[in-house]
């Protein structure tokens, strides 16, 4: 039965990718109906086990810093690289690497789910460990309240075998039962920089808290991160930008730690230097010489760390906002960012750009142009002086730009 659905799979693999649709999640679909076990059987082979990492945000970047921690270590680690949540996805991206004999030559996976998916995956897959990021408004049309969101991830944690590696400094995700609990989390001093939903506007002092924490971001000056695991202080200058991303990979070396407690943290932190953003959680492209980097928003704690981490007068910047259904169609969280640091935009595009203009008169940030379409705004923008470049994107509009940037002279 194996064999055939390994077949049958690769068939329409082969014949959805001779049709232009490369990253079709049918073959998954078709396999996942006719030998709904196949998933299961084909993880149970890998000695290592599964990890799922999930949670609102920076899942797709961790999941990356997971996955090459491990892989520097030799392990040899298969991920859902196109990022697909669904359990069809997972499966699709299997039948890209799996033999049609049924060897699988893999020693883990590390697979990035989304809250719900995550939920799915672990009723019909064993799941090893977990590393839960964050619980943060997002999507509240899909998913409902937060704490429905919480909920979500409780399951995934009860569900985790081994380890489920926990946010400490998120008041829904350090509430989460599980057998097996470890925790990363922050120093007093840099608490303050990370707003969660409950505080991110709130004034008065907020303390990290007690839990005992594998892995602590202590300190964070630039782009020199220091963490400390199990009360050893290591640093590193990071390749990855983003106060969000350092926090996060302090999360993804607390799983790591765990996954091979035998290796010296030091070798962990200084293969962390190396790795870099995943494709629009801070990467840099450069389009006709022009220095352009693209940065995902979609949610105020998220846009709330970008702009902390990224305002400043050495660069031009473009807010490009939609509001389509992989989105959120509710825009009314960006009342809850404070833009007064960018003080002025020089683009604003997307389906919402005149809300987002209006959003930013609001903060005193002025607006130069205004142009729904973005194919003409990222020209308008690249443009505008020789300054290089930001973009805050929500996560249509940052497919959109994929599509946009990879038709460009890029140097």
């Known amino acids: 039965m194996e064999k055939l659905s390994i077949l049958l799979g690769k068939t329409v693999q082969k014949v959805t990718r001779l049709r232009g649709n490369g990253g079709s999640a049918l073959p998954g679909l078709v396999v996942e109906r006719t030998n709904p076990n196949f998933i299961k059987h084909t993880l149970a082979k890998l000695p290592m086990g599964v990890v ?3 949670g609102t945000n920076g899942k797709t970047t961790t999941t990356k810093i997971v996955s090459e921690l491990l892989a520097k270590q030799g392990l040899k680690v298969f991920t859902n690289k196109t990022g697909s949540n669904f359990v069809r996805g997972v499966i699709s991206e299997i039948l890209a690497d799996i033999k049609l004999s049924g ?7 590390v697979l990035e789910l989304d809250e719900a998916h995550a939920v799915k995956f672990c009723e019909v897959c064993d799941v090893d460990y977990s590393l839960i990021l964050n619980v943060q408004r997002d999507q509240l049309d899909r998913f409902g309240e937060i704490d429905h969101t919480a909920e979500l991830l409780q399951k995934l944690a009860a569900h985790t075998r081994k380890a489920a590696i926990l946010n400490r ?4 995700v350090s509430k989460i ?15 303050k920089e990370f707003p969660s939903d409950d505080n991110l ?22 782009q020199k991160a220091s963490y400390q695991i199990n009360h050893k202080n290591y640093s590193c200058e990071l390749t990855l930008k983003g106060i969000y991303n350092a926090y996060n990979a302090a999360g993804a070396l607390a799983l790591c730690s765990i996954i091979m407690d035998d290796v010296d943290p030091a070798e962990f932190v200084e293969d962390l230097a190396e790795i870099a953003s995943a494709f629009g959680r801070g990467e ?3 389009i006709n010489n022009c220095e352009v980097e693209v940065l995902l928003v979609k949610n105020p704690s998220a846009f709330q760390l970008s702009i902390t981490s990224f305002a400043d007068n050495k660069h031009d910047y473009m807010i490009a906002i939609n509001d389509n259904i ?3 169609r509710d825009v009314s969280w960006l009342w809850n960012v404070d833009f007064s640091k960018l003080k002025h935009v020089e683009v604003v595009s997307g389906i919402r750009a005149t809300d987002m203009a209006l959003r930013l008169k609001y903060d005193e940030c002025d607006v130069d142009t205004v142009e729904e379409d973005l194919a003409k705004a990222l020209d308008i923008f690249t443009k505008v002086s020789n300054k290089p470049k930001r973009i805050f994107v929500t996560y249509t509009a940052m497919l959109e730009l994929r599509k946009l940037i990879s038709g460009k002279s890029i140097l």
């Open 52 to 54: 799922v990492v999930s």
């Open 284 to 286: 840099s492209f450069k």
């Open 177 to 191: 039962q599980t057998a097996h609990p470890f925790y990363f989390g922050l120093s007093n001093e840099l608490i």
């Open 326 to 328: 992989a989105d959120g």
């Open 169 to 172: 400094e998120d008041p829904r």
């Open 201 to 222: 506007l709130e004034s008065g002092k907020v303390s990290a808290s007690k839990l005992p924490a594998r892995v602590t971001l202590e300190k964070l000056k630039g």
């Open 103 to 109: 060897k699988f030559d893999y020693d883990i996976a």
